[in-house]
């Protein structure tokens, strides 16, 4: 059976929404602050307006004019699922919303009858390692010298979580 164990870590000030195509500013604006080589407004836009593209969003509870704190986007191409990208704002990291963001997500694909979960990250990031291993993410590939860092280039490593029980 597949848990969800993350439910009672969603952060009280946020709430996890799914995204829309008005979102596509807001993404661009998070993810260049999270990410050395950011996606622009046309790339998101792009992408939200994929019928087979996904994802969430996690806006302050009682302030819609407020930056949001993360998102999530997601493809599903038959029963397998890649993450392209998850970012959470630098202040409002350590709160839970990489957990939430990725429970929903996981319901989601759950719901969509998804057997399978793929994303890549680089191998530096310890906190996004340790939550990917936590949400039962196994390494399934390395590719060496994938992203551009302040050190040079480091190794994306492949993950992959089963979703349906047996596999």
Known sequence: MIGFPFDNLRPRSFV???????????LA???????????????????????????????????RKAQPGGF????????????LTIAVAPQAQR???GHALMDATLRHLHNARASMLFLEVDELNKAALALYRRLGF??????????????????????????????
């Open 138 to 167: 196994k390494q399934v590939g390395k590719r060496p010298g994938y992203y551009e860092t302040a050190k040079g280039r480091s190794a994306a490593l492949t993950m992959r979580r089963d979703l349906k029980p047996g596999r």
């Open 72 to 83: 999530v986007l997601a493809r599903l191409v038959m029963d397998e699922a890649e993450i």
């Open 16 to 26: 996890i929404e799914p995204l829309v195509r008005a979102d596509a500013a807001n």
């Open 29 to 63: 604006a998070i993810h260049g602050l999270t990410f050395r080589q950011p996606w622009s407004d046309d790339d998101f836009h792009a992408l939200l307006v994929e019928d087979n593209v996904f994802g969430f969003i996690a806006r302050e509870v009682g302030n």
């Open 95 to 97: 709160k839970g919303l």
